[in-house]
């Protein structure tokens, strides 16, 4: 029906109200859905709403729109309450108490609305009006006869069981009505006065209810969330903690135990409870009685009982922390709790995978330290002896609980597992940090001798796992603690290279550890040869890029007036190699605009030294500096890929660009820009294989990173390939052209010219063949796979009248005959790969190998 035409409130509003409730949760219309909803909440304001509520709540309503009226009755006792004259407040309480006896079987959200709506009402009465609720309400509740006077009782279903779950879920709700009102002050005091005064006579009841045979775990639930509500009033521990003690006994009764457990906690947590030392000191063995419970749990696995003990345990010792160890006579007991705590910490299993109990326990042990040592002096040193042991045993469980599963079981873990586990290392990370301050150098001492022993010790075999954690202790203490007088640093520093850091984790964790001690590191100079070779190797390995590059950058940062004499060391050898390897990854991740500019800048001193080099006249000293600056610009080529960070991104489902027609890959830019100036190295090089070796080396990087995006070198580099081999055969050539046969055959555009280079080589290569191929193992072990690489990839370019397939069969028999097995094996691949190609029946008739004129190289 169209409401928004009609007056909400007007004759006939019952039938309207249906209509649009009927549109509000039934109509699949957003329109109409919203027309219903603004409807709705004007009737709702209207003075009308008073009457037509209990038409809604009429037994043949349906439940949503008995549940309207239920909540329209909240919405005007709520907000409306000065509207209705003092005279008709007995009256609708009637009502209200007759219909959530007539609702006590259901449905319930019914109830609970009109619970809620009787809530909202006493909270307007009290004290003055109501003085009694809780008495009055528990009367209303009692099984009633016919004529008696809670209401006409004949309407009313007498269902003792239904009323008293309707009376506990009226008690439960009133204190959490009081809690989300709006009052001022002064109100809000005197209620909560009114209402914690009533506990008097609730308690005896909720005790009652709990320990009655006759109760079912239904009412015994409403019991404990009912107590759950009332502690929230601030109501004494002193006079409630035995029926807190009784909740302890729901623990036992698996239906019942994840109520018990919210109850119980927030009973123990409230920090008013401090007052009442004797109620907290009898509670305390009643916790204590859970630890058998609790390691049973433990030893099944039963994940939701031991993080429901836990919550105990942890509720009652961080609490009350100060106030149990102010207890001297007891200190035994609060001793065994701080224990069953530890075991909490220490829970078997994997965080967050197979447990998750431990991570409550960790700000307990904040708290226990500050309060041991916020005493004055001499009674923290008596403190102290009791408590440094517990936490000598808390870092070796920490560390243990920090460890990794193994890599096939960290492998099945979810993203979002290994989320949260780092996160919870960092938590026990934190916490090892304020540990240090109560155990001191000792504890470091404690770490040092344990990684000493199994590092050097022969009989230690320990797993990877045991290494990582001793050295993730150091570093959470090394990150924010001054070290620098400790005297197990230097020992430490000479132990991390014997880490074997075979394993990415460990690996990362080393790097972070040497990271921590940098600033150690500026004051003992004399340290860093041993351990900075370790730094740059981690550079080379994709995975560590950003622990060893932050790890390089604090070094570099705290030490910087003590590297320059290590710099020139590092120029000169491979660790400057696996520096540019790092350049590239870090490029890598730039956007794509800004990486030509910065890698111009980057190589451009590399450009201008090689180009100085090439104008000299070949001597050993400037052939080893060329292969070094062709050996830089191959490491950077090796890692500097633009679709890496788009791959690396999960779900990514394509990079983040691919080069155009139009726009090069930075690589392909630079490698057309230095083109020239490696064929006027190349011209005096020639017939160097080394120097060869390194500029085929710089292209076939590039080839195997960029693979596709290397398109626009294919025709000089072919070019050029056939002029180098033609005028003095190197392997580097073969492999490099293998590479291209490898990425491009498939490629219309390119085929032509990768046809012509192997018609060049082959040509070439023949020749060595007739005139004995004995002293180019090298040389014959390329070839074999150069063809091998031709049969899988592009076998139809054996149809040309330039390739001799009888000819390469001499070729590999005579390869087969040589004494080196790398020859041999490729020799064999070749076999393998023909017979499966090229069948008799379709293999292109043979003919005679045929002489070409080898082109001069050209350095134009």
Known sequence: SNQSGREPGGVG?????CGALCQLYFDPDMERKNVAQKWLTQAQASAQAWQFCWALLSPDKLPEVQFFGASTLHTKISRHWNDLPTDQHESLR????????????????????????LASMALNLIPQAWSQPVADLVRAFQPQKPDSEGGSGTEVSQDPHAHCLALLELLTVLPEEFQSSRLIQARRTQLREALAGEWTVMCPMLRQLLQSQDSTNQVKEKVLRCLSSWVGLDVPLGESHELVQDCFTALSNPELFDTAVETIVSAISQPDC???????????????????????AAQDGDMETSHGICRIAVAMGETHSRVLLEQVDHWQEYLALVNMILFCTGIPGHYPVSETTSSLTLTFWYTLQDDILSFEEEKQEVYLQIYRPVYFQLVDVL????????????????????????????DISDTLMYVYEMLGAELLSNLYDRLGRQLMDPQQSAVWQDTEALLFGFQSIAETIDVNYSDVIPGLIALIPRVNISNVMLA???????????????????????????????LEKAELSVSSVSTLKRICRECRHDLDVLVKEIHKSSQCMWLMQALGFLLSAL????????????????????DT???????????????????????LFTTLDINTQADGLEGAASPRRTPSQTTHNPVVVVLQQVFTLIQSVLSKWLDDSEVVEAVCGVFDKSVRTLLHDFGPMVAQLTEMLGQIYSAFPQASALDLARQLVHIFAGEEHHIAKIKTLIEVLTSTTLTIFQQGPRDHPDIAESFMYLHAQILKRKPDLYLSDQLDMKALFYCGVLSLKFPETPTVKAASLFFVISTDTVRPQDSPRPRCPQSRNTPSFSSS
């Open 591 to 610: 956007p794509v605009d800004e990486i030509l500019g910065r890698l111009h800048s980057l190589i451009a001193p590399h450009v201008q030294q090689l």
């Open 13 to 17: 509003v019952n039938g309207g109200e």
């Open 508 to 538: 990362d964790t080393v790097m972070y550890t040497i990271g921590s001690l940098a600033e150690w590191l500026a004051d003992h100079p004399v340290m860093l040869g041993g351990i900075l070779p370790m730094v740059l190797q981690g």
């Open 613 to 635: 080099l090439a104008q000299q006249e070949p001597n050993p000293t400037n052939k080893q500096s060329i292969i070094h600056v062709l050996g830089m610009l191959s490491s």
């Open 274 to 296: 401090q007052r009442y030392i004797d109620a907290l000191l009898n509670l305390t063995p009643l916790v204590l009685g859970l630890h058998d419970q609790l390691k049973t």
């Open 94 to 117: 009637m009502q209200l108490l007759s219909h959530i006896l007539r609702f006590s079987s259901g449905p319930k959200m019914v109830l609970t609305r009109l619970c809620v709506a």
């Open 399 to 426: 560390l243990h609980k920090s460890h990794y599963p193994s890599q096939e079981e960290y492998d099945s873990w979810s993203s979002d597992d290994r989320e949260q586990f780092r996160i919870y290392r960092v």
